[in-house]
């Protein structure tokens, strides 16, 4: 029974982060963001959200937090997280034949409850050198 539970639960916490997703991309697509994929999978992580806006390439965190209990969304993503994003889109651009001179931008979509707040450039690019 226990098993069970827990994978409802990750199939729940699945089905509300692709509805979270979906939301953040329905805001994104309205401040002239155009996305190109959501939930892009390589083996250096995962980026919810890769968009284009004006000249650049946004990849895009969304964090989402039923209320301000836990902390707000946004500082959810850590140092940790920041790198693993950097990496995937190191990844992504090899991957589609894009230069590391392509202007690229991290943005953070948090959502709280029904407000969706987008922080442009919300941290700068955590590689190995960082």
């Known amino acids: 029974m226990p098993a069970e ?3 409802n639960g990750a199939m729940n916490r699945r089905k509300l982060g692709k509805e979270m997703e979906d939301l953040a991309a329905r805001k994104l697509k309205e ?3 155009r996305i190109l ?6 083996p250096a992580g995962e980026i ?7 000249r650049y390439l ?13 902390g707000m969304p946004e500082e959810a993503v850590d140092f940790r997280k920041q790198r693993t994003i950097s990496r995937a889109a ?3 651009l090899a991957e589609h034949g894009l230069g590391e001179d392509t202007p690229c ?15 442009d450039n ?7 050198h960082s």
């Open 5 to 7: 539970r827990e994978r």
């Open 31 to 33: 401040a002239g963001y």
């Open 37 to 42: 994929e959501a939930n892009y999978r390589c």
């Open 48 to 54: 919810d959200l890769i968009a284009r806006q004006g």
């Open 58 to 70: 946004v990849f895009v965190e969304v964090k989402y937090r039923r209320s301000g209990g836990s």
């Open 90 to 92: 190191l990844y992504y």
């Open 105 to 119: 931008r991290f943005d953070v979509a948090a959502v709280s409850g029904e407000e969706i707040r987008i922080y």
């Open 122 to 128: 919300a941290f700068a690019f955590q590689g190995e």
